[in-house]
């Protein structure tokens, strides 16, 4: 699972750009969705925390700016992407300092704003600069080895790795003529270049046609995703009034759809006044730039879903964000839930963390914390 809309929205300008960009494919042909079990007839199970890593203040290995994601290596070990301090910082599964692989600035092996990491097939490890405009590879003793560059309009902000090779990447595809501008959400597949191999879906953005060469994207569409150990992808939509959760195998082929509509939740007041983080990225001229600032919630309604996950057992974890503390609905590749799993701690809709889970388990951290940035370890409790 690669991101929380709760807490981060993007808004792109772009101009003075090539017309004429074509996108790199269509959506797969859905398949008949597929029932969606009624979470009271099977067992809830609960996640605990295990540890933490994070201080407030103290050993500057153990001092976060803002975490952007956590993962787990083929190693077992945890990486961390501090986008405020440019760089990724590793820790052993039980929680002590390895090393940090890159830094701050535009050179080689270096970041200027970090968004995302894949985890490679090799151990390796690719680092997505939205501002630097490429991705940057490591191997697995995380030695620099190449950036690929030449992404239109901007590299996928959020890339996840493949067990075949390659990475899944969310991107922007757009085609500007003189008097529109055409633009959609994609999901594509990469290995050694810039343009796609392969495209999973693609979902049309809304444009506000600014005149000249300036265009301006509208909110949404948003979708978070993740690459199960088969190589099998999942996309959840993040809608306030549909759960909606796809499938598609490594070629791109759609198996699985669950779908269903839902009544909308509404923001408590906590999270209208605590508001949002805003990360813009603007390329005018060929040259990027980045901000952040704190915005009020303008959408008064929560998510349905909040992300999207797949462990080491090819298990489906859906995290509900209509519900204050965390709830994952777990599903098996037919689309038939397993089980229900729960916090061991109680989090407000304001204080929970954003989850990622993978084959190695179960990461969270909270990327615009109420008291200080921090990595939960979590262990699923079964019978």
Known sequence: MKKSYKLISVLTILASIAAGISGCGTDADSETPADISDSATVDTLVISITDTIGVEMGDSSYVFGMLMEVAHGTDGNIIALDMNRSCLSIYSPEGSFIGYIGSSGPGPGEFLIPTDFAILADGGIAVTDVLGQNISFFD??????????????MPPMFIEGCPDGGYVGQTMSMVMTEESMDASLQLCKYTDRSEADLTYLSKPMEMDFLGGSQAQSRQGPEIDFAVGPDGSIFVAELSDTLFAVSGYSPNGEEFLTLIEERERTPLTQEEIDAGSLNLSISIINGEAEAGMDRVENTNQWRNVIASIGVDSLKRIWVEMACT?????????????????????VEFT???RPSFMIDTGGILACDRDPMDYPKIYNFRLQEN
């Open 140 to 153: 697995s003793e995380g030695t620099f080895q190449e950036t690929i560059v030449g992404f239109f309009p």
């Open 324 to 344: 204050d503390t965390p709830v994952f609905n777990v599903y098996d590749y037919s689309g038939d839930l397993l089980f229900v799993a729960v916090t061991d």
């Open 349 to 351: 809709a304001v204080t």
